[in-house]
């Protein structure tokens, strides 16, 4: 399926400033299932997107968009799975550009994040949004879970998750014996001036991963392990807006939405919330603004 974002003609790979990368990959899921179709179906949905954010009041849409070529999909080896994402990945990675990758299971974070290491050669930390802490050191026989991906990044970056609230004693556990490197925002306890003092803790670099459970189910209903109490829409929105004026996002990925042909809603809001973080980072980096 040849689809483009927000319906715009590509622009060649060097004038594009958002390179999304679809990566649908499903293998490690522990729920509901159909996560892989999410990257043509984000994309499609996007099509109904104004090019005009009443968020941002502005319209940022000439920036330049170029959909990637997926990563051959290994299912037999979730191992050389992970390795076929990080080389599709590092193809696509460039200083001054955004990768954004679109799953697909949270387990192709890892990777991801792995690839703008080796490419970038800067240090960066990372920043989640997340019902789940994923910081089981394995799970159902594999390092490499959707239910470990936070792990794996905490192994060489700090990490902050926002938004977890369903978590097992060994992940809690992690999070007290790290503390200084593993910092967790609980939503019931939502606080700009905690955002705002763990952000310092951090890198100036920030890579942002989102998986959509972290927000309401009634944001997005669609996911494959609804959790209630989530953010909802502009509270999200408000946090990443607070995390792109103060730090520079180098990359990011959205992950864990499942399709449903009976409601295309959860659709349209990732493609929605994908634009304005776009337009956010767009803004800053080339307008100064």
Known sequence: MNLS????????????FVRILPCGYQSTVSYMSGTAEAPYSILKA?????YFSSYLEKDSSKMGFII???PVLDLSSVKNMMKNIYKQALKYIQTNKILCTLGGEHSISYPVVKAHQDK?????????IDAHLDLRDSYQGTEYSHASVSRRISENHKLCIIGARSYCKEEYQYVKKNKNRVFHLKPEKWDETALLDVLKKLNDNIYLSIDCDGFDPSVFPSTGTPVPGGLFYYQGLEIIKIIINKKNVIGLDFVELIPDRFYRGSDFTAAQLLYEIFSMIYLKTLLKI
């Open 120 to 128: 970038l050669k800067i240090k960066f930390d990372v920043i989640v």
């Open 68 to 70: 990637c070529d997926p």
């Open 5 to 16: 974002f927000l319906d715009i003609p590509e622009k060649s790979f060097t004038e594009s």
């Open 46 to 50: 996007s099509q109904q997107v104004e």
